[in-house]
């Protein structure tokens, strides 16, 4: 069942068109990664679909409320940088965001007990907030998103300021979370989307570039490939196997190059026929085929 469609969404502010045209949707019970790089609208759009900015143009269907109804009772934000009261201690800050989604006292406090226990950090319940680590804080504000029961929650960079261990809190969050309700979170790194997401949406200078379930952009885009690491003075030499038949495209960076080829066995045949034959300096030779991260960056730089 779709619970989410997007129709020629778009958000201009004066002369600057932060979104445009975005038009995806996607199911209930999935996890969807919001991809692209830093300033490519990915906060603009979590923004519009949470009601704290109103579009341009486009229309936002969700279920079966009206077109562009207020769908805030159905959602969960977490917004890039929350801000808390450092002086409440988590369990009031949890009972106090309760009240504020109506609540009742006695409902508030009952949800506060389960969810600080599923985030995991029940045993912090009466410390300070000030005092919660970068990870702590982050799975307080999922808490917080979820109090109300949301049918969809939106994470905006849900791991992008933690370090290491506060990011593989998160995400394992994020993977416990998604059995329970939809959620779309954004991220400018492809392995996070990879790790816990089932669909992507990739946006790029405010316009969906690519809308799929990962299972099929693999299918779609991964290529046959074979890597080879030289040094500057060979580069010049492999340059020139871009105008071969087998050899669909080379990407270039620093001292590798990623040949994308349309035969494998024919390809790596040539290739090492070459390299014996005109005494290439090869430090590296693998045959393997394009990620989706090739895809992304294809994409971003296209």
């Known amino acids: 069942m779709t619970i989410l469609a997007v129709e020629q969404l778009s958000k201009s502010y004066n002369e600057n068109l932060a979104v445009k045209d975005a038009t995806f949707q ?23 679909l949470a009601g704290l900015l109103k579009p341009t143009t486009g229309k936002i269907k969700f279920q079966h409320e009206k077109e562009n109804a207020d769908l805030r009772k ?18 009031e800050f949890l009972q106090y965001i309760g009240k504020l989604t109506h609540l009742s006292d006695s409902k508030a406090k009952q949800r506060t007990i389960e969810l600080l226990d599923l985030v995991g950090i029940s045993d912090a319940k009466n410390r300070r907030i000030g005092k919660y680590s970068g990870g702590m804080k982050q799975r307080l504000g999922i808490a917080q998103a979820i109090i109300h029961h949301p049918k969809l929650l939106l994470l905006d960079e849900p791991v992008s300021a933690l370090d290491p261990f506060g990011r593989r809190e998160v995400l394992e969050m ?6 329970d309700t939809t959620i779309l979170f954004s991220t400018h790194v492809l392995n ?6 089932e669909d992507v949406i990739i946006i790029n200078h405010g316009e969906i570039k690519v809308s799929n379930s990962i299972e099929q952009l ?3 885009h991964q290529q046959a490939m074979i890597y080879v690491e030289t040094n500057v003075q060979e580069k010049k030499q492999l340059q020139e196997w871009v ?21 494998i066995e024919l390809a790596k045949q040539k290739i090492l026929r070459e390299i014996v034959e005109k005494n290439i300096s090869i430090q590296k030779f693998e045959v393997g085929r394009t990620t989706l991260e090739d895809l992304f960056v294809k994409v971003v730089r296209g």
């Open 26 to 48: 996607f199911e209930q019970g999935r996890c969807v990664a919001l991809l692209g790089p830093n300033g490519a609208g990915k906060t603009t759009i979590l923004k519009m």
């Open 74 to 91: 159905y959602i969960g934000y977490l917004p890039q940088y929350p801000v808390f009261h450092d002086w409440m201690t988590g369990a």
């Open 174 to 179: 994020i993977k416990k979370l998604k059995e």
């Open 192 to 197: 996070d989307a990879e790790e816990v997401s």
């Open 218 to 220: 693999r299918k779609q």
């Open 243 to 263: 105008n071969w038949d087998v050899v669909t495209d080379i990407v270039f960076e620093n001292h590798s190059a990623q040949i994308i080829v349309s035969d």
